[in-house]
């Protein structure tokens, strides 16, 4: 299994330790980086387009945070795909069951799938071997 590199985009704080601590437990994940809105997420990846290393191979993606939410980034994200080069798993990860929600990031083909919080280490296992 090649190594993964995975950002989290997600503005609680507290989630974005635990996640780091399951993804530091899977041998799998080469480097995690986190981000606490969208808008810091796009820049990051804007800067480092031409560097396939630093770009990300899944990101797993809040709806609620402040700046730009999930459904923001994901208009410009798309927007930016065709220069990156890179195959990059969006996966929406939320705690909102909200239907509206689920059929809002289903109408963006490029969200491989919609995942209920908290995410645990069998759940990625599984993500990271789809790649």
């Not at 601590?21 to 990846?45: C, K, M």
């Not at 980034?73 to 927007?79: H, K, P, R, S």
């Not at 963006?108 to 990625?124: H, R, T």
């Amino acid at each position: 299994m090649k190594p993964v590199n995975v950002f989290v985009v997600d503005d609680d704080d507290i989630y974005q330790f635990t996640i780091k601590v399951t993804l530091r437990s899977i041998p799998a994940v080469q480097s995690t980086n986190t981000f606490s809105d969208g808008a810091e997420a796009l820049e990051y990846i804007v800067v480092h387009q031409n560097e396939q290393d630093k770009l990300p191979d899944i990101i797993f993606l809040d709806i609620n945070m402040p700046v730009m939410d999930g459904f923001q980034f994901m208009e410009e994200f798309v927007e930016l795909l065709p220069s990156l080069q890179k195959s990059i798993k969006v996966y929406m990860v939320s705690s909102s069951m909200d239907p509206k929600d689920i059929k809002k990031a289903k109408r963006f083909e490029e969200i491989s799938d919609y995942l209920i919080k908290p995410l645990n280490s069998k759940d990625i296992k599984e993500i990271i071997a789809k790649l």
